[in-house]
């Protein structure tokens, strides 16, 4: 699918690209205007396995900390 995204506005994605409400889902998030920004990321703040079955999620402490560049 082609997103044609409006001038002033960012388009998202979700980190799990196959199971997120993200700006394809124009009804829920859609696009986003550039004036509800405040700053870039600059840290991964916190990061988890999802869970399988019975098992329940897992930090992902590789990743906590790590500088986004």
Do not use: C, Q, W
């Amino acid at each position: 699918m082609i997103y044609k995204v409006p001038a002033g506005k960012l388009f998202l994605i979700g980190d799990n690209r196959d199971d997120s409400t993200d700006s394809r889902v124009l009804s829920a998030v859609g696009y986003v205007p550039l004036e509800n920004f405040i700053g870039r990321v600059g840290m991964i703040f916190y990061s988890s396995a999802p869970g399988t079955g019975a098992s329940a999620s897992a930090v992902r402490s590789g990743r906590v900390g790590v500088v986004v560049h």
